[in-house]
């Protein structure tokens, strides 16, 4: 346990004392750290991020753009919410809010809700909008048929131009060569934006087929496969399927807020897994319960 509230100096002394604390979450803390390191030691071991949309509408956004800038991963599997809130949040501020308050009051004053963070209502569409519309514009001119990746790239390309683009993890993706897959891509603001331009210019086609072969042939590339997931659903669910045909991930760190027991994707520990070949027997995995948003700045920074 922690002997002396004063003696951790660091987030890594911290850490390193969960080990001892045996106390709830905190071992499983200690454990993913331990894995995450083993992850970054081996050279053959690549890593895919899965990560979940609204992360990326939070601090947590300048902590993943730091592991895609120094290449501590290998690829992004996430929704089109990643992109939506990376793109926006260089040119318009999200608030601090509440999770405590009356939302029939935020929608008369045209500001969403997410979990304690605000979004003013024209910060949101109309930017993705003015933004997307003009580079879909672009690429189009460029050729008709996209997957998701390679959109995704171009996009970063794009913001390449921002005086902010080193905040961004679009443009770090892209200037590293790191993709990031978009299983669901008709989701949310970038998937009506994709919609809306489809609408007029319907030779504009994304090729899904392009970004699976894609993944398959980084999972069996790899002669170790490790992954970090936050937040579940697709995202989550398109790690492990693949890695399957690979008999499975050989390292896992999950960090979920889901519970087991109603049986969801999201809420299922990375044991379960095994049990479809989705995760090596052998390998070494933790899923740790709690708010990413906490948990991923011990894990990767210890």
Sequence with gaps: MIKDINSPKTIKDLVSQFSEAGGFSSTEVATGSKIWKKMQSEKDCKIILSVTGNLIAVGTRGLIKDLVRKNQVDAIISTPAFVAHDLIRLYKDYKKGSWFVNDKELHKKHLFRLGNIYLDEDSYGPVMEDKIQPMLKKFFSEKKE??????????????????????????WCWK??????????????????????????KEFKLNLFE?????????????????????????????????????????????????EWDGSLSGARIREAISWGKVKENAKFVTIPGDATVILPLVVYS
Excluded: C
């Design 146 to 171: 996209w997957s998701t990746h390679e959109l995704v790239w171009e996009i970063g390309k794009e913001l390449s131009k921002s005086n902010k683009k080193a905040e961004s993890i679009l443009y």
């Design 176 to 201: 590293n060569q790191i993709p990031i897959f978009l299983p669901g891509p008709l989701d949310g603001a970038l998937g009506s934006q994709l919609w809306s331009f489809w609408n007029r210019n």
């Design 211 to 259: 970004d699976e072969q894609k993944i398959y042939n980084f999972v069996m590339d790899s002669k170790k496969l490790g992954a970090l997931m936050l937040g579940g659903g697709i995202s989550k669910h398109h790690v492990i399927w693949w890695a399957q045909f690979r008999n499975g991930l050989d390292y896992a760190v999950y960090i979920t807020s889901a519970p």
